[in-house]
């Protein structure tokens, strides 16, 4: 296998990889390429930090040849001068040469703010990495294990000359192989597997003289791979992704010169839309999704200026280019119904704004869709720092698009934590823009995503209740907060895995857990699992925060506790943690522990258990641990109905 990009077994040396570097300092190069020069100038290692904003925007053969460079760096190397860049680490296996997908893997993780670790496993060597425990893919630990699959796993085991009922037989065992691959990487990996559909070839069809031959290859090739998309169902850390959606888009799936030469079975362009969906997959899973669309109005989701065209005079219906727009407008409402929060950011008069939203007849998006309407005519960075800061979230969570390039030049250079979509002029292209980076894509969908927006919307009603006191406290007393704090239950492992996964301002240790990893929790008798319900006059905030927790003799360690942004400084942390330590005194526990692991966003929590009483055990540089020896409880707050259990 390969580490940090280094080769450690001697084995076969990708020629694509070979040919692809040597050509990276020609004279031909772009000489205004950021990443190219800061390489050429030897300070790439120095300025690794600022990789993330130069790669913003970048086109794709200019991304692709930054990854190429990047790739020659050593994760350790990075790592030593930049402790604080955080890390991922995938795992590549499969049955063809792999190297050629280190390059735009490093590139696609890299561009979203994440240092690459790969470990790339040797020539067909899928089933043995996989399938023992022992290997070097189990212990590296990877937050991904990515199997790549390609047509010659199946077709290099067929008999020649073969029939479409060898092809089945050949689908039917490689099914069966990777179903168990599956099983042992639930049983023995930490991490998320990741395979893929297997495309046709049109060269392998077209073997078959008889269109009926055909067609019945391309039937039953098309039902291997429904049942490898639905090995995601039935193993939890597996993640299919469908290529054919790749491959629909007009990315070539096959070389034959490459995969004859080189064992490279997909072309070098699928292995680059495949690494942009698995770095996709990396962000998600490391903390980094997009919660916010903020949209422009006057030229992104209709056509015109509404001051001075009027609602009358808009392209929004009745042409080819008013039916872009409302596709464009009913991406956005898909994209709301599974819990994006999508607020405008639009410099207009606001009432004419929401007048539009609400009535209408051809606009698609409506007023009920969106969570905020900033409609004025201040620098639209301002508006989008007021709007993260009234949803309670770092502007880092915000996805910003515009047709101006003065706005979307100024968003990038003051906010540069925010993700911009940059639209044009030509609307038909507006939703595959949108959509190219994946901002908000997830493993599991579930019911809280879809409340979400109206969770935000009665958020953002309680912020403007506090406007109506003159203290605090009173305006928490009429919040008529309740604070449930109750053992999990198998239903809400997704939900659980969720907030590890998207929370980190009150997330003491930053770990991110899958919902298998929630559900190995929930099954383990010395876990305590806690899920923390919060409700208040505005309605229920459901699952808001959790507390993990281990027994461990007489000590009951939090292994981690997280709360959600929207419930922040209402005192249900306090609540919460007073209920754990009386359950903990009550269940006869000496003691309770709690650890902070710093994280460049969690900073406020630092002093959080010293707050409520711990003492301080250790403070190291980078994970501090704390005690409660139970004698002295802390009791919730006065305002908080708290129950332990059962239902309010």
């Not at 496993?121 to 790549?148: H, K, N, Q, T």
């Not at 069809?205 to 090739?221: I, M």
């Not at 990315?251 to 680059?272: E, F, I, K, N």
């Not at 919460?576 to 000496?590: D, I, K, N, P, Y």
Request: proline share 6%.
């Amino acid at each position: 296998m390969i580490e940090n990009g280094r080769r450690v077994t001697g084995r076969r040396v990708s020629v694509i990889a070979m040919s692809s570097t040597s050509s990276l300092d020609s004279s031909s190069a772009d000489p205004e390429d950021p990443i190219l020069r800061l390489h050429r100038d030897g300070r790439l290692l120095a300025e690794y930090p600022e990789v993330r904003r130069l790669l913003d925007g970048l086109p794709d053969d200019r991304l692709h040849r930054a990854g190429r460079l990047l790739s020659r760096l050593d994760a350790d190397e990075v790592l030593r001068a930049h402790p604080d860049v955080p890390v991922t680490t995938i795992a590549i296996t499969g049955h063809g040469t792999l190297d050629a997908l280190v390059a735009p893997l490093t590139a696609e993780t890299a561009r979203h703010g994440l240092l690459l670790r790969p470990v790339i496993g040797d020539f067909d060597a899928y089933v043995f990495d996989l399938g023992d425990p022992g290997s070097r893919l189990y212990a590296a630990e990877p937050d991904l294990a990515l199997c790549l699959l390609d047509p010659a796993v199946v077709f290099d085991e067929v008999p020649s000359p073969w029939r479409p009922d060898d092809v089945q037989r050949v689908l039917a065992d490689k099914l069966a192989l990777l179903d168990g691959l599956a099983a042992r990487f639930g049983e023995t990996g930490h991490g998320t597997l990741v395979l893929n559909t297997i495309p046709l070839p049109r060269l392998m069809a077209a073997q078959l003289v008889d269109h009926r031959s055909r067609a019945a290859l391309g039937a039953l090739w098309r039902e291997a791979n429904a049942r490898l998309l639905r090995l995601a169902e039935t193993h939890p850390r597996v993640v299919v992704l469908d290529l054919d959606t790749l491959a629909a888009e007009g990315v070539a799936v096959t070389d034959p010169r490459l995969s004859v030469y080189t064992r490279a079975h997909l072309t070098p362009g699928l292995l680059a839309a495949y690494a942009r969906e698995a770095g996709h997959l990396a962000r998600h899973l490391s903390g980094r999704a997009k919660k916010v669309l903020a949209i422009d109005l006057d030229g992104t989701v209709w056509g015109g200026v509404l001051g001075d065209d009027g609602p009358d005079g808009l392209e929004v219906a009745g042409s080819h280019r008013g039916a872009a727009y409302q596709a464009f407008q009913r991406t956005v409402r898909q994209l709301a119904a599974q819990g994006v929060l999508v607020a405008v950011v639009s410099k207009n008069d606001v009432e004419p704004v929401r007048r539009m939203l609400r009535e209408h007849p051809d606009i698609l998006l409506r007023e009920d869709d969106v969570v905020r309407v900033a409609a004025n005519w201040r620098p639209k960075h301002e508006n989008l720092a007021e709007l993260a800061e009234d949803l309670g979230l770092g502007v880092d969570a915000i996805v910003f698009v515009d047709d101006s390039p003065h706005e979307t030049g100024l968003v990038r250079r003051e906010l540069p934590g925010v993700a911009v979509v940059a639209v044009d002029d030509e609307p038909a292209w507006h939703v595959s823009r949108l959509l190219a980076d994946g901002w908000f894509d997830g493993v599991e969908l579930t019911a809280e995503d879809r409340e979400r927006p109206a969770r935000y919307r009665d958020e953002l009603s309680r912020r403007d209740f506090l406007g109506s006191f003159t203290t605090v406290q009173d305006y928490l007393r009429e919040l008529r907060i309740t604070v449930r704090v109750a053992p999990a239950v198998a239903g809400e492992a997704g939900r659980l895995s969720q907030l590890t996964l998207r929370t980190n301002q009150f997330n003491l240790t930053t770990e991110r857990l899958l919902p298998a990893d929630v559900e190995e929790l929930l099954g383990d008798p010395d876990a305590l699992t806690l899920a923390v319900h919060v409700a208040d006059r505005f309605g229920d905030s459901g699952i808001a925060g959790a507390i993990l927790a281990r027994r461990e003799g007489g000590v009951l360690a939090i292994r981690n506790f997280l709360l959600s942004c929207r419930v922040f400084g209402r005192g249900v942390e306090q609540a919460a943690l007073s209920a754990l330590l009386e359950h903990a005194r009550t269940s006869g526990a000496t003691a309770v522990t709690g650890a902070y692991r710093r994280s460049p966003k969690n900073a406020n929590v630092a002093e959080f258990y010293p707050r409520h009483g711990f003492a301080a055990v250790d403070r190291g540089d980078d994970v501090a641990t704390f005690r409660h020896d139970l004698a002295e409880i802390a009791p919730p707050p006065d305002h908080i109905t708290l129950t332990f259990g059962g239902s309010p």
